[in-house]
Antibody, heavy 120, light 106 residues
């Protein structure tokens, strides 16, 4: 069965960076793009960006342009989200999510979430 | 950017009720719309894609309709497991979510 398993919780200081991993199994990794979505406490879902595992192309939500980098490692079937210059309002649960199909940007399988806390 | 709105923001209902949630897009998105169910401490779950297509494994009491700018999610007979927050999401141009509708037990 398809599984996306994310790395564990993180606590970071303001101004620092965080890198969250998402290891895929149960399907051909390169056949589905990976997205990242976050949910701040008490807030809704917010899409951050998309990466094609096939060719490494990326698209970032305007809000995160210049501060986030999405990458993949096809040798380990792992996707990564790197968020820099952290602020307190980056405290959130971060999810990786697989594109359902080639239409893109809608998500049939999700990781379990990684809680990132930004605090001094 | 395409903005999504949902109504109501909170809905109180009883087991067995038929409920409908409305989602509106700030511009026409054809049928590029998905619905998700989200429970605390779990990952969101895809229910409906292309506005009306039921994701595999999702009970048939869930249905979606609409096109253009107005969409609905209907649960025909609420079950105890259905109390959750529901989000619509457009994917006509990248992705953006509605603010969510919290479905509570009356």
């Amino acid at each position: 069965q398809v599984q996306l398993v994310q790395s564990g919780s993180e606590v970071q200081r303001p101004g620092a960076s965080v890198k969250v991993s998402c290891k895929a199994s149960g399907y051909t990794f390169s056949s589905h793009a990976i997205n990242w979505v976050r949910q701040a406490p008490g807030q809704g879902l917010e899409w951050m960006g998309w990466i094609s595992v096939f060719n490494g192309n990326t698209i970032y939500a305007q809000k995160f342009q210049g501060r986030v980098t999405l990458t993949t490692d096809t040798s380990t079937n792992t996707a990564y989200m790197d968020l820099r210059s952290l602020k307190s309002d980056d405290t959130a649960m971060y999810y990786c999510a697989r594109d359902r199909d080639s239409s893109g940007y809608h998500f049939d399988n999700w990781g379990q979430g990684t809680l990132v806390t930004v605090s001094s | 950017d395409i903005q999504m709105t949902q109504s109501p923001s909170t809905l109180s209902a009883s087991v067995g009720d038929r409920v409908t949630i409305t989602c509106r897009a700030s511009q026409r998105i054809s049928t590029w719309l998905a619905w998700y169910q989200h429970k605390p401490g779990t990952a969101p779950k895809l229910l409906i894609y292309r506005a009306s297509r039921l994701e595999s494994g999702v009970p048939s009491r869930f249905s979606g309709s609409g096109s253009g700018t107005e969409f609905t999610l209907t649960i025909s007979s609420l079950q105890p497991d259905d109390f959750a927050t529901y989000y619509c999401q457009q994917y006509d141009r990248y992705a953006s979510f509605g603010p969510g509708t919290k479905l509570e037990i009356k």
